[in-house]
């Protein structure tokens, strides 16, 4: 299934002008919330990712499940939903490519390193590479690096645009 994407606003104004009788904030509300969910990976009843302007009235469901099987294969989605999407899949990609699925990182000798225990120094939040789910493996590691106490530097570093 491609999507074509369309902003938050763009997707209100349209339904607003196809039934004036919608609430664009009740509306706005529940593609946040279905936007969250799908950032959460909650997924649709088959199992597939939720289609977040199908799942914006309450229903947690994927596009096919919404729309029935004989529904055209071009749809809108939110454009933030697809970039989740996007992200996702390469970070699934990265995992199989790097750590056999297992999402597992070892040191070089072998012994599982727990990343929730590898803080994320404030010098990331600066970096673009913090956004880019191909750079997410190389960045942890970097970080697996770093000795206590050490101040933080990177190579890799890229100036986020303010
Ligand atoms: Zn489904």
Known sequence: MTFTPISVD????????HN???????????????????KN?????CGNEL???????????CYDCFAGKKAPDFACEIK??????FIK???????EMFSGGTGTYRNDDGTEIDMDSVKKPAFCLR???????????L????????????????????????
Not at 80 to 85: K, P
């Open 80 to 85: 933030a939903a697809i970039r989740v999407s």
């Open 139 to 162: 960045c942890n590691l970097t970080r697996c690096d770093r000795e206590e106490g050490e101040e933080f530097t990177c190579g890799a570093f890229r100036k986020r645009e303010e």
């Open 127 to 137: 970096c673009e590479n913090d956004d880019d789910p191909c750079m997410e493996i």
């Open 89 to 95: 899949e390469r970070r699934r990609y990265m995992n």
């Open 51 to 61: 289609w977040v302007i199908g799942s914006a009235h309450g229903g947690r469901t």
């Open 10 to 17: 763009d997707y209100v104004q349209l339904c607003i002008k």
């Open 20 to 38: 004036p009788s919608i609430d664009a904030p009740t509306l706005r509300q529940g593609l946040k919330s279905a936007l969250e969910a799908h």
């Open 41 to 45: 990976d909650q997924r649709c009843a």
